[in-house]
């Protein structure tokens, strides 16, 4: 189904009621998908990839996102920088691999050659006042910080963009002590995913399904059967673990949200919390499964979700990361790629194991790809309707709120809270 003949989407925003899922349209209809890419995805910082994907100078990855091709290339100076894949003479794609190590970027189509640090350097046959120089391929916004590449499609300056300085002092302390930067990825999977990106999100912002949908992450999770059952005394032990560690030195408190004095261009927030008692980690007997990351001394039992907007989100457990990137495909399909890292110098086989350390969320993102699906088939029915959100779904009506804010509707308020 598409927007109504009469209805612009300024008048499908407005008539959503807040507390209920979209309408139909939202999650169905290609031309939104594509105001969701301009107006959304192409404003955020986007996660691509970890440092060790290009460590030598000339290696080059592309992601493809948002109807473009980013290349990212390591330059001679080992600096990471980022370019459009478009030739600066007639708009081929230069980079046709989805990974590869070069010397030059050459165009396939006429040869231009341009440097790793993206200046022409060839052109054959040009007018004489033709200058190299005035050439150069088009740069796109990175950031490199705790081994992790992030791209932003706006040009610089642009007013919808978050500064990304704000996302490196929000989220430093939490992460800093697990030192991403020098860890090693010991798997990537995809998840192809057959439902709108809003689906997936939605999925992703709340724990409501957990115990019906997850009984592997339900078995691991506490927080999950203990806040459906009593929600006061589950805050409970979560305080007093914060205490008992925060005293030893850990950052244990989360940082909400969609809440209060966050902006409303890249929803950012923290969460953390205790396991289960007697659990050290995310796994299925909650014993660790690689050794402690970065500079952590102490297993405290934590689990950390960091939401780095709509589309990336890393969890963190003492001895693992597990960094969840998800990209629009098209109105009904969703990229989801997980990559698991543990501690750089950690050696497989008498460190960890790899089936042991990705378990949980492999198994737990095998079934959300499956709910998420069938998700997405009811919403596709004639008689689909919008429902009511429950309250363990407050992640994902935060997340609905803030979206519809991005799209010309009412800014975010301060009630759309955090993880349910
Ligand atoms: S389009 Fe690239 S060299 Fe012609
Ligand atoms: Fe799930």
Redesign the pocket.
């Known amino acids: 189904m598409s927007i109504e003949p009469a209805l612009s989407l300024e008048d499908l925003v407005a008539r959503q009621t807040p507390g209920m899922s979209l309408e139909q349209p939202f999650y169905t209809d290609p031309s939104i998908f594509e105001r969701d890419l301009e107006r959304i995805v192409a404003k955020q910082w986007l996660f691509v990839d970890h440092v060790s994907a290009i460590p030598n100078p000339g290696d080059v990855i592309t992601y493809e996102i948002a109807g473009e091709s980013i290349i990212l290339v390591r330059g001679r100076d080992n600096e990471v920088r980022a370019f459009f894949n478009v030739?600066?003479?007639?708009?081929?794609r230069?980079c046709l691999k989805a990974k590869d190590n070069v010397r030059t970027l050459t165009?396939?189509?006429?040869?231009?050659v341009y440097d790793l640090e993206g200046q022409l350097i060839r052109?054959t046959l040009m007018p004489e006042d033709f200058k190299p120089e005035d050439w150069p391929l088009f740069a796109c916004q990175v950031r490199v910080w705790q081994g992790l590449m992030f791209i932003n499609l706006a040009k610089e300056g642009d007013p919808d963009v978050i500064d990304f300085d704000e996302i490196e002092q929000s989220f430093a302390p939490y992460i800093e002590p697990y030192r991403l930067d020098s860890s090693k990825i010991i798997a990537i999977k995809d998840y192809p995913t057959d439902g709108n990106w809003k689906l997936a999100v939605e999925n992703f912002r709340e724990c409501y399904h957990c115990a019906p949908a997850h009984p592997e992450y339900t078995m691991v999770n506490a927080y999950v059967t203990d806040g459906n059952r009593d929600r006061p005394a589950r805050d409970k032990v979560v305080e007093a673990w914060a205490a008992e560690w925060e005293a030893k030195g850990h950052v244990t408190r989360g940082l909400r949200p969609w809440g209060e004095g966050q902006n409303d261009k890249q929803p950012i927030g923290v969460f953390r919390q205790p396991i289960r008692d007697g659990s050290v980690t995310l796994s299925e007997d909650g014993q660790p499964v690689a050794p402690l990351m970065g500079d952590l001394k102490q297993w405290d039992g934590g689990e950390t979700l960091l939401i780095f907007g709509p589309l990336f989100y890393v969890y963190l457990a003492n001895d693992h990361a597990t960094l969840f990137r998800f990209t629009p495909v098209n109105a009904t399909h969703t990229e989801v790629i997980v990559t698991w890292l543990v501690r750089g110098d950690a050696q497989e086989g008498r460190d960890y194991d790899v089936d042991k350390v990705v378990w949980m969320w492999d198994v737990t993102t095998v079934e959300d790809t499956k709910i998420i699906g069938d998700n997405q088939l009811g919403v596709n029915s004639r008689r689909y309707e919008p429902g009511v959100y429950s309250a363990r779904e407050r992640g994902t009506i935060g997340f609905v709120a803030w979206y519809l804010g991005r799209m010309g509707g009412k800014p975010v308020s301060d009630d759309a809270a955090t993880c349910a």
């Open positions: 030739c600066r003479h007639r708009g081929s230069i165009c396939p189509y006429h040869a231009w052109a």
